[in-house]
């Protein structure tokens, strides 16, 4: 079974704190992505990797940056986190890029900022 | 990238059959439709995936139209447990990798 692990279940900041969010895949899975998910407006994409060093923004990448330095883990950074950044963050993966390769999801990291 | 319409809620009872339906008009030829199941405070879960025509699992079966505009996850004889949000996507290759737009989803409440 494909294991997507994240660093922290449940994380507390300060505004202006830089925030360091994990994720590890267990599967040499090639794509993984980093989504929020906010009440009513489901997922959105922050940025997604399709490669180790590589990386592409998503539909809302303002505020944050990612690092991919081995295969099986991708970063998510909040250079310095805003109140309007508490959310649930969800990390994925997926095996390739082609067609009919779905994610998987880790359990998901709830960041509150205060 | 093909926009999704589903039901925004559904309920039903235990022992029932459940069908939701999603509405995909601008998909495109290369475009898969995946269904995803999500619990509260757990990332999404992948349940389903298909082209055309119908498509079984374990779990579900997805039914594709010919003209495929549209799709229907089908649950058989539901429990408890399988109330959560269900989301329907389509997507493929776009811009190079492998995007997915989730919706807002349907959440089904299975009743006893």
């Known amino acids: 079974d494909v294991k997507v692990t994240q660093s922290s279940r449940y994380l507390v900041k300060r505004t202006g704190e830089k925030v360091f969010l994990e994720c590890v895949q267990d599967?040499?899975?090639?794509?993984m992505f980093w989504y929020r998910q906010d009440p009513g407006l489901g997922l959105r994409l922050i940025y997604f990797?399709?490669?180790?060093?590589?990386?592409e923004k998503g539909d809302i990448p303002e505020g944050y940056s990612v690092s991919r330095e081995k295969k099986e883990r991708f970063s998510l950074i909040l250079e310095s986190a805003s109140t309007n950044q508490t959310s649930m963050y969800l990390c994925?993966?997926?095996?390739?890029?082609?067609?009919?390769?779905?994610?998987?999801f880790g359990p998901g990291t709830r960041l509150t900022v205060t | 990238l093909a926009k999704t319409t589903q039901p925004i809620s559904m309920d039903s009872y235990e022992g029932q059959e459940v069908n939701i339906t999603c509405s995909h008009n601008?998909?495109?030829?290369?475009?898969?439709i995946t269904w995803y199941q999500q619990f509260p405070s757990q990332g999404p879960r992948f349940i389903i995936q298909?082209?055309?025509t119908k498509v079984t699992n374990e779990v579900a079966s997805l039914f594709i139209p010919a003209d495929r505009k549209s799709s229907t996850l089908s649950l058989p004889r539901v429990s408890l447990s399988d109330t959560a949000v269900y989301y329907c996507?389509?997507?493929?290759?776009?811009?190079?990798?492998?995007?997915?737009?989730f919706g807002a989803g349907t959440r089904l409440a299975v009743h006893p």
């Open positions: 994925a993966s997926s095996l390739h890029s082609g067609t009919g390769s779905h994610q998987y």
């Open positions: 599967m040499d899975h090639e794509n």
């Open positions: 990797s399709y490669d180790v060093k590589m990386k």
């Open positions: 601008n998909i495109a030829t290369n475009d898969y």
């Open positions: 298909g082209y055309k």
């Open positions: 996507l389509v997507g493929g290759l776009s811009g190079g990798y492998n995007k997915l737009i």
